[in-house]
């Protein structure tokens, strides 16, 4: 197989094109360094990256990482060469064009109208900071609250915007305790609404938690950073009502560079209600931030944004529209995967599904001829190690922590001896997995004996 080296013609052609138009201003030295030097030093760093873990692999099922399309890549290679700056309009203006393409074809896939606000951002933390921010801009006397299962990033940021942070408990299949909602609605300004969990990809329940928070006028963050994408294909989902509801949140959190096939540095908020741009501080009035010349950088906490990231996205976004019969079929795949993986997991007399997959992320455990808990870590952080040993035979996983009051609550015949246990996740986001099930689980069966 090619990989990247059967796109480089392409990035060549392109490359000699852009150096046209650069020689186009009139000639100019570049002050580049001695190509001998530059070789030298990238084949140090190429024998460095060989220190990574196999991501383009089926069998580097761990964490939620995968290369990026290659046309992304290509696309942003090209676009940094020129190294456009997405801050303001007069830093780059095709790639905040582009930007403001791409980040409408997210908007119509969650079901946002013109006018709405939204811009990308180097990752999904800044993109949630922004969130919780004009969170607090429209409560500042209100506690944000998420549940326990959301990212820890919620109350870190709230810590960084000194808010008072509610955590929300959950019952044993992530649903939020709506008593204890009802009992705090009175110190709930914003809700945070994970729409697939960074640890077990639980989608939770959006619709039922709109509903509440219209009636006693909480305002709605979903944050989908890891799940925004499967928005395309939710009528596959059994989530599918949740899906339904995205478009009445008030601002919602999707990462690009998650499950967009995008290289690191693409993140991305939207607001539903595009007079939050008052928020952002600016002397313009509201009427600026929806004229046809937005300024992303008004709208934005971040000042230099990489238009490269901006020129990746929307290159992919032609190629794989936001549709079923684009990216969707690559997230079809995904959650394939991790359906045929946990079924022939649930089939297995060696193994135990920890939790059905809500989206591509799947978490389990041997079992344990003891029963105990500890033992269940003990043999999970074995075959983790056992895995990452055989290099062209074995399997990358992650381990995953929960509390030994969950697990025997979902497991009631273990002891608790312990108060953690440690079990196996395996996060199936590349297509490539769904050919792939059949090897991981005789390779995990075959380790573990
Ligand atoms: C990854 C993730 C984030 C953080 O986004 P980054 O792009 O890593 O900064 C936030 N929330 C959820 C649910 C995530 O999965």
Redesign the pocket.
Known sequence: MNWYTSYLPILEKALHKTDVWRSSFGDQQSSGSDSKKVEEVINKLQQRLEGNYPFHHPQYAGQ?LKPPHPAAWVAQSLAATINPNNHALDGGPPTSEMEKEAVEMIAEMVGYKQPFLGHLTS????A?LEALFVAREIHPDKKIAATAQA?Y?HRRMCHVLNTPFLEIPVDVFGNPDMDFLEKHKEDIGTLVV?M???GLGTVEPLSELVMWAEINNVRIHV?A??GGFFKIISDQLNSSIHWDALSKADSI?I?P??HGLQPYGC?SILFKDPAVGQYYKHDSPYTYFTSDDLHLGEISLECSRAGASAAALWVTLQLLPLKREGLGEILQKTIDAANAFSIAMDKSEMFEVYQNPELDIVAYFPVSKSSKISEVSGLCRKLFKAGMEDKAGGFHLSLFKVSAKEFTSRFPDYKSDEDTVTILRSVFMKPEHLDFIPELVRRLHQKLD
Not at 123 to 126: E, K, L, N, Q, V
């Open positions: 939620m990752a999904g933390t800044i949630n990212l990033t994970t697939g969990t960074t944050d950073a890891y959190v990462d560079h998650k993140g």
